[in-house]
């Protein structure tokens, strides 16, 4: 298992949950995104009609600047012209605690973008585990407190789950088989509380939401706005959430329960397959 030394003067690593307030975090801007390969849904329906590549980095420059408006520093990979996907840093890696892991990702047409993150993790002395062939994204971990749920997904292999459990001996490590159809586990099940999660139940076996809902009050997406992305919503501390304007019964919903939702239009770059959560690596949470 790759190594590095661990050099932490620059930035701190401290992912505990979904939710805490977000204090440092990477992303990517979709200079180059395009859809080249169809490898999820979404994709299939808007492969003809492809991105509008100046309207998706004018909506991810509003994402930047609402992030910085609360008070979060962003840290910017830069965008190759070889990764029309990049702008999804949350599969390229993940944190959950103090341990940042950089995944093996399945899709050609993704592979190579974890050499910028870790040239950039290098280049300020950070450690990371390495989980070379043992394939897996970020879009299916969820980290709550010592529990981290896993999708087993096309793109992430159960001897992955067994990996990171041996990696994170003081963790309970929870996999959640999803339905093949569904991209990542961030598509269908999101925390957005101590308690409170988003849902969309048909991507999930009835065992797994059974037991889900042993954990938290579950709140139910449709289909239709599972579609647009509305249980990728982007939680950034003190019941704050980032989500689509299109999304409004996710939108209502969270109202309801005392969260403050701030819409922000990203509707050109979910026509790859992601959003808020899909384009933000966290690497500290307060």
């Keep these: 298992m790759p190594l590095r030394r661990v050099s932490m ?21 979709p200079t180059f995104m395009k859809i080249q390969d169809v490898i999820n849904e979404t994709q299939r329906r808007y492969h003809k009609e492809n991105i509008d590549v100046e309207k998706a980095v004018l909506q991810h420059n509003k994402f930047l600047e609402v992030l910085g408006k609360n008070k979060i520093k962003t840290h910017l990979l830069s965008p190759k012209s ?41 280049a300020r ?13 970020g879009g299916d971990v969820l980290v709550h407190g010592n529990k ?53 139940r ?20 449709s289909r239709e ?19 689509l304007p299109i999304n409004k019964g996710v939108n209502r919903k969270l109202r309801d329960r005392g969260f403050e939702v701030i819409e922000v239009d990203f509707d050109e770059i979910i026509k790859s397959g992601g959003s808020f959560r899909c384009c933000t690596l966290p690497l500290l949470r307060g």
């Design 125 to 137: 002395g950070m450690s990371y585990i390495d989980l070379v062939e043992d394939e897996t994204e």
């Design 225 to 243: 706005e599972q579609f647009t992305m509305g249980v990728n919503v982007l939680s950034i501390g003190n019941k704050k959430v980032i989500s």
């Design 82 to 122: 070889t990764f029309p996907e990049q702008v999804f840093t949350r599969d390229i890696g993940f944190t959950v605690g103090r341990t940042l892991f950089i995944s093996d990702m399945k899709m050609p047409v993704r592979q190579g973008e974890e050499i910028e993150l870790k040239n950039w993790l290098s």
């Design 148 to 200: 981290v749920f896993i999708g087993l997904s096309d793109r992430t292999t159960p001897e992955a789950v067994e990996r990171i459990q041996s990696s994170l001996p003081h963790c309970d490590v929870i996999p959640l088989p999803i339905h093949e159809d569904i991209l990542h586990l961030d598509c269908i099940f999101n925390i957005v509380s101590d308690n409170e999660a988003l849902i969309y």
């Design 9 to 29: 003067k620059e930035i701190q690593l401290n992912c505990l949950n979904e939710f805490s307030p977000l204090q440092e975090v990477i992303l990517c801007e």
């Design 202 to 221: 048909e991507g999930l076996r009835k065992e797994d939401i059974t037991r889900l809902s042993s954990h938290f009050e579950l709140i139910d997406v």
